[in-house]
Every structure is written in C-alpha cells, then in structure tokens.
C-alpha cells in the first residue's frame, strides 16, 4: 500500500482565511480523492483529483471554496477558502491502490476555525 | 439506490469479550465491492479488508473475521478475544462497479473496549 502523507497535520484558523492542505503519495496514482469527516460524522467525499484534468466535485462543493491541484502524480493540494466555523473538520486525502480496488488514506488535516 | 447501514451507534464490551459489528448494504448492481475501515482516535483511516461481491467466502485474520452473505445483504465484522486497542470507529463501505471508485460510507460503529 502506498505512504500517504499530509501537511499541515492540525490547524487554527480564523475565519475568512483560506488553508492549503498538502497530500503526498510515496508512488505514483491515478486517482487521488478528498473528504470531509465533520466532528463525530462519516465521511464526504469533496473531490476526485486525477492528474491532467480538472477535479471532480460532489453535490454541494464547489471549486471557488474548494480549489484542488494536482500538478503530477505523487501530491495535490486542497484549498478551503473563506472559511466559517461550519468548515472545521477532519480534511483526509485518499489514493487508489494500483491494480486494486481500495482506498488507502492519509492521516487527516485536523482544521479549527474560530 | 445505493446505501449502507450501520445501525450500531456504539458498542462497548470488556475486554477479551467477542463482538460483531453489522453492515446491511443496499444496491441494484450485480458487481460491487465491499470495504471495511478502522479509524482509531489518531484519526487515520486504516483498510482492513475488500470483498468482491461474485466472492462469498468468509475470511479470516487472526481475532478479525468477517461474514459476507450476499442473502442478506450483509457484511459483518467480528472481533474475537477483544483487546483495548481495538478501539475505534469502525467503518462498512461499498463501491459499484463503473461508479469511479467511489464510496458509499456506512455512519460508522463507535467500538469501545473496555480494561
């Protein structure tokens, strides 16, 4: 399985500024995904991140609040922009495993806003 | 439509004690995956197993077992001999084939071990 990691691991920040969160795979992936976990909550999928292409969003995100990058095929960056207090959450990027079907995640970006 | 459920909220057991967490998943496809995830209070998400579903053997992996009955639309996880560490949320997912590799995630069982 791929080493995933992410920067920053925790976060405080107020409201109205934006954070950029880093996701970096130890090999190269296709298919690179983001999520939401809000506090005690499952998780929401934001976003597939391929490389060349622009990401993919889910019902209810959209690229001005949530910009992704992926520039190649080991890191992407996820923006959450103008942020409230309802944004604090656990920000986790995931990668699909190369000739498998499962996902394999990083350890989270804890965010605070206040 | 697609859906999982996981109706156990929390569960909590002393140690050593066994323990199955439920997940009933609802689909119209004939090939889909099944998943399995433990997220322990550091927050990382671990992978502990994928199911095919065309695949009904139950596996086995050391106190970890998990049953896939494709009658019932079930997938559940039984931990033996529970242990402390095994404290975490515990997450059921599914994923259809031609959805891109998507999740549908369960709400997730709290599991608590208690000393």
């Known amino acids: 399985s791929a080493v995933i990691s992410q920067k920053p691991s925790r976060d405080i920040c107020q409201r109205g500024t934006s954070l950029t969160i880093q996701c970096q795979v130890d090999?190269?992936?296709?298919?690179m995904f983001w999520y939401r976990q809000q506090p005690g909550q499952s998780l929401t999928l934001i976003a597939t991140?391929?490389?060349?292409?622009?990401?993919?969003?889910e019902s209810g995100f959209v690229i001005d609040k949530f910009p992704i990058s992926r520039p190649n095929l080991t890191f992407s960056t996820l923006t959450v922009s103008n942020m409230s207090p309802e944004d604090s959450s656990i920000y986790l990027c995931?990668?699909?495993?190369?000739?498998?079907?499962?996902?394999?995640f990083g350890p989270g970006t804890r965010l605070t806003v206040t | 439509a697609q859906k999982v459920t996981q109706a156990q909220t929390e569960i909590s057991v002393v140690e050593k004690e066994d323990v199955t967490l439920d997940c009933v998943y609802e689909?119209?496809?004939?090939?889909?995956?099944l998943f399995w995830y433990k997220q322990p209070p550091s927050g990382e998400l671990v992978f502990l197993i994928r199911?095919?579903?065309?695949d009904e053997q139950n596996e086995i992996s050391g106190r970890y077992s998990w049953n896939f009955q494709k009658s019932t639309s079930s997938f559940n996880f039984t931990i033996t001999a529970s242990q402390v560490v095994d404290s975490a949320v515990y997450f059921c997912?599914?994923?259809?084939?031609?959805?891109?590799?998507?999740?549908?995630w369960g709400a997730g069982t709290k599991l608590i071990i208690k000393p």
């Open positions: 995931s990668v699909k495993g190369q000739g498998v079907y499962e996902q394999y």
């Open positions: 090999s190269q992936v296709t298919m």
């Open positions: 991140a391929n490389q060349g292409s622009e990401a993919t969003y």
């Open positions: 689909t119209r496809d004939t090939t889909y995956y």
């Open positions: 199911r095919n579903s065309f």
């Open positions: 997912a599914l994923s259809e084939l031609g959805s891109n590799y998507q999740l549908i």
